[in-house]
């Protein structure tokens, strides 16, 4: 069974991840740096994209020592596991996702990545070979449903999110929008990549809670799987 899929993401009012450089931006405050944190110790296993490594080098480990003690007493690894879509196997043997922190990694390329990557990273990862030029996300789940990962956290960037969402893949999704304006047409959003052409292809939502946090809010919303009559929580 493929795990339940939860996309967590801070974007501007004006719905941009980032700068057009890829620059990260702060766009949350601290009391919504400890929900992520909750949201990422309750989860199996985070997710993001190559981009976003290359771009942020984030480690996705969980930074509060009392949820990384609850994770322990569950019998768990401090971290859940860690999970990069890398469909060139890009992915730097020195980065913080592959060697900080506690627990199982898992790297997911396509059949176009080079033989010798695959074998390195084969000595600290899990690699997962789906899809001929690109990453078959939907042949990931189906892989990571296998190793027992129920609950999986999304944290970007925005061309994997856009293809998981394009897949049907995505269950619920946390946007907080903060308060400043970003703007400018290259700078990535929520759901990148090829994105629609028909009505019938848009991802429908039903909004669970709206909260304000600090000088932004939080929108909790639910997809509305196709074919599903749209109806209120």
Same mark, same amino acid.
């Given at each position: 069974?493929?795990?339940?899929?939860?996309?967590?993401?801070?974007?501007?009012?004006?719905?941009?991840?980032?700068?057009?450089?890829?620059?990260?931006?702060?766009?949350?405050? $601290?009391?919504?740096?400890?929900?992520? !944190?909750?949201? $990422?110790? !309750?989860?199996d296993?985070?997710?993001? %994209?190559?981009?976003? =490594?290359?771009?942020?080098?984030?480690?996705?480990?969980?930074?509060?020592?009392g949820?990384?003690?609850q994770?322990?007493?569950?019998?768990? !690894?401090?971290?859940?596991?860690?999970?990069?879509?890398?469909?060139?196997?890009?992915?730097?043997?020195?980065?913080?996702?592959?060697?900080?922190?506690?627990?199982?990694? =898992?790297?997911?390329?396509?059949?176009?990545?080079?033989?010798?990557?695959?074998?390195?990273?084969?000595?600290?990862?899990? =690699?997962?070979v789906?899809?001929?030029?690109?990453?078959?996300?939907?042949?990931?789940?189906?892989?990571?449903?296998?190793?027992?990962?129920?609950?999986?956290?999304?944290?970007?960037?925005?061309?994997?999110?856009?293809?998981?969402?394009?897949? %049907?893949?995505?269950?619920?999704?946390?946007?907080?929008?903060?308060?400043?304006?970003i703007?400018? $047409?290259?700078?990535?959003?929520?759901?990148?990549?090829?994105?629609?052409?028909?009505?019938?292809?848009?991802?429908?939502?039903?909004? =669970?809670?709206?909260?304000?946090?600090?000088?932004?809010i939080?929108?909790?919303?639910?997809?509305?799987?196709?074919?599903?009559?749209?109806?209120?929580?």
């Amino acid at each position: 069974m493929r795990p339940c899929i939860v996309v967590n993401v801070a974007m501007s009012a004006d719905g941009k991840l980032s700068t057009r450089e890829r620059r990260q931006v702060k766009i949350s405050g $601290k009391e919504d740096f400890v929900r992520v !944190d909750q949201l $990422k110790a !309750d989860s199996d296993a985070v997710m993001v %994209g190559i981009g976003t =490594v290359l771009a942020d080098d984030p480690s996705l480990t969980v930074k509060d020592e009392g949820l990384k003690a609850q994770r322990r007493n569950r019998g768990l !690894d401090e971290h859940p596991v860690r999970v990069v879509i890398d469909s060139a196997a890009r992915i730097p043997l020195t980065a913080s996702v592959l060697t900080k922190g506690s627990g199982r990694r =898992v790297v997911a390329v396509s059949s176009r990545a080079k033989k010798e990557k695959i074998a390195q990273l084969r000595e600290i990862a899990t =690699v997962i070979v789906a899809g001929e030029d690109r990453v078959d996300v939907t042949k990931v789940m189906d892989e990571l449903g296998s190793m027992g990962i129920q609950r999986l956290m999304v944290e970007g960037g925005g061309t994997l999110i856009g293809a998981l969402f394009r897949a %049907g893949l995505v269950d619920e999704c946390d946007s907080f929008v903060g308060n400043i304006i970003i703007g400018g $047409k290259d700078a990535p959003t929520l759901a990148d990549g090829i994105g629609c052409v028909k009505e019938s292809e848009f991802t429908r939502l039903a909004l =669970v809670e709206a909260q304000r946090i600090e000088d932004g809010i939080l929108l909790h919303w639910v997809v509305v799987k196709r074919g599903e009559p749209q109806k209120s929580p």
